[in-house]
Structures are given as C-alpha cells and as structure tokens.
C-alpha cells in the first residue's frame, strides 16, 4: 500500500475512546526495544511517525493511526519494561485484554519477536494469549539484517517451535535497516484489515 497519509487519531486508554468506525484494524505487539517503532514506521514510510513506547513513566496507551482514510494501525505499548512497576504491568495486560476481547474490527495482529534470539517467555504468553483470543497472528522475525541469510530457516524454525506456531500462522523476517520483508508485512495485513 501507498501511504499518502496517516493520522495518529487517538491515544486511548479505554474502549470509549477508540475510534467510532468500522474500519479494519491490525494490531503490533512486541517487548520494549523488539523494533516495533521501527517496523511500523517502514510500513508508513515515515520516519518518526510512532514513538518508541519503552520510556518508563510515560502513560501506556494503544496509538491508533489511521492510513488513507482506510484502515486503522493501533500501536500496542511495549511489554516486557524492566522498569515498569508492577502496577503499571498489570493496568497494560488490562487494556490489552479489554481491547482483543472486544475490538470488532481487529482483523489481526502482528507480533514482532527477534529474530536473533530465542523466544521469550513472555513472547510465548503474549502469543499463547492470541491463540487464546483466536486472532490471526503474524510472527515477524525484527533485526534480520544481523543474522545471516543461511541462518534465516533456524530463526524461523526456533520461534516457530519456541512460541509453538499453529499451521496457517505466518512467520516473516524483517529488517528496519534494509525493508526486507515489509511487502510480505504488507500482504498479510491488506488480506486480515478489512473492516
Ligand atoms: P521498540 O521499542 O520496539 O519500538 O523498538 P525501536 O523500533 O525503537 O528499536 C529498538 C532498537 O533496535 C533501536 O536501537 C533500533 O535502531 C534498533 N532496530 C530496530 N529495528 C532494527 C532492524 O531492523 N535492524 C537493526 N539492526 N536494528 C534495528
């Protein structure tokens, strides 16, 4: 898709803030420092369009940009914060909750994992929760310019078996640094974002 225009709606922090549409909607989660801003931003070919999300203190609210007037982006918080207290843990698990459970326009949500190391265990909840969920998942792989190409298959294959993928859910290597795989992020979210 040709981004000609993208518009950060609202940052909301409860359901009677989300936007009153009934446009499709993709969702990107990850840890803190994954490359979430970064791969969003590639998809909008903006430079600093979303922010990065890790900076503790900052209030925790889902982004939703809005492209062409078409379909919704909704940034997810960063998770995983090793500064963020406890509290504020538990207030984001609730708003993410809140929102997959009852966000009618969500066709899917990308979840970004790096592709260098193994799967968190706080990567396999956050995956297990979607299955739980049943909204289709992307998995992508971020920062896959730092591993070799002949080591891509293993990347793939440890996270698929690390976070236990189901058949049908995509795995895709990405990079920030050089685009790879941006039109395969692309493809899967023009075929899940209908509203
Ligand atoms: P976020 O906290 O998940 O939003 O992560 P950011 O997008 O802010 O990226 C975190 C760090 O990883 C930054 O230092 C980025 O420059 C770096 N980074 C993000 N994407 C890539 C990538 O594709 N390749 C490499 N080599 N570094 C990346």
Redesign the pocket.
């Known amino acids: 898709m040709q981004v000609n225009d993208v518009e950060l709606t609202i940052s909301a922090v409860s359901p009677a803030q989300y936007p009153d549409t009934n446009l499709g909607e993709v969702a990107f989660v990850?840890?803190?420092?994954?490359?979430?801003?970064?791969?969003?931003?590639?998809l909008l070919q903006r430079n600093k369009m979303?922010?990065?999300?890790?900076t503790p203190g900052k209030t925790q609210t889902l982004n939703f940009y809005l492209l062409n007037q078409e379909l919704y982006f909704v940034d997810v918080p960063?998770f995983g914060y090793a500064k963020v207290s406890k509290k504020a843990r538990a207030e984001f698990a609730a708003m993410i909750e809140e929102y997959l459970q009852t966000r009618q326009q969500l066709g899917g949500v990308v979840q970004?994992v790096d592709a260098r190391h193994e799967p968190t265990d706080l990567d396999i909840s956050m995956y297990e929760y979607l299955r739980y969920y049943e909204v289709p998942v992307l998995v992508v792989g971020?920062?896959?310019?730092?591993v070799k190409k002949s080591q891509w298959n293993k990347s793939e294959s440890i996270h698929r078996k690390g976070l236990g993928l189901q058949p049908g859910d995509d795995w895709v290597p990405?990079?920030?640094?050089?685009k790879v795989g941006q039109d395969a992020v692309w493809e899967w979210i023009d075929q899940h974002a209908t509203g």
């Open positions: 990850g840890r803190s420092n994954v490359g979430k801003s970064s791969l969003i931003n590639t979303a922010r990065t999300s890790s960063g970004l971020t920062k896959i310019d730092k990405f990079s920030a640094t050089n």
